[in-house]
């Protein structure tokens, strides 16, 4: 018998991922725009100072997640302040309105395997995100919407994780006990938060660009029904 009652999930880097590299999605911001073919080193120079800025206790202190509007504000602002509108006028926006867009998402090799078996196994399944924007129609074009049965964003309830409240949000819109569910991540810092809500947190490495996310082991911990 499984020990686990429900599955949570993360979503960006867990189930999903922007398609390309960053290079890439900012080649194709500027072909939005209509401009010409940008040099690749400095797209490459732009796109490294996104990366080097993103992930800085300064950036994240700006609660870009807590709202959908402070997160375009925040983001906009980074890759400006990156240069991406050194490249191309408004590059910056069109950069932003391709990162939130449902098309330049992807789901991982194993993904939905892997939530169509959960399901098959009697298990809910829910998504705990940290967003500013609205995965669920990235969710509904890779074909996942219906093997989840709750997504809980951070933008849409003004906190973000690891508080406890993001976890026991949706072990209740599920109807799960906490004890017996399980949270899958990929983020030591944000999604081992579900320890404090008195889940089992099971953390991914880092995702490598080809291959499946490795989710089967999910399978393996959560066991056959029984």
């Known amino acids: ?39 690749p080193g400095k797209v490459s120079d732009v796109w ?10 300064e950036e994240l202190a700006k609660g870009r997640d807590l709202a959908a509007d402070r997160h375009r504000e925040v983001w906009t602002a980074l890759y400006a302040e990156a ?28 993904t939905l395997t892997t939530l169509k078996t959960l399901r098959h196994r009697g298990l809910p399944v829910g998504i705990v995100s940290d967003t ?26 003004g906190v973000c994780k690891p508080a406890a ?20 991540g990929d983020n030591p810092l944000t999604d081992s938060g579900a320890v404090g809500a008195g889940m089992c947190v099971f953390l991914l490495p880092r995702p ?3 291959g499946p996310r490795g989710l089967e082991h999910v399978l393996s911990l959560v066991g056959e029904p029984g």
């Open 1 to 39: 018998m499984s020990r686990f009652e429900a599955v949570l999930f993360d979503a960006g880097d867990t189930l999903i991922r922007l398609s390309g590299s960053g290079e890439q999605l900012l080649h194709g911001a500027a072909a939005d725009l209509g401009a010409d073919p940008i040099d």
């Open 48 to 57: 490294g100072r996104v990366l080097a800025r993103s992930s800085t206790a």
């Open 83 to 110: 240069g991406c509108d050194d490249l191309h006028p408004g590059l910056s926006d069109a950069l932003y309105a391709r990162t939130v867009s449902a098309e330049s998402w992807e789901a991982f090799p194993d």
């Open 132 to 157: 500013g924007f609205d995965l669920r129609p990235a969710l509904d074009r890779l074909g996942l919407s219906p093997w989840v049965d709750t997504v809980v964003m951070s933008f849409e309830h």
């Open 165 to 184: 409240s993001c976890f026991l949000t949706a072990c209740t819109h599920l109807g799960a006990d906490p004890a017996r569910t399980l949270m899958v």
């Open 208 to 210: 490598s660009r080809t």
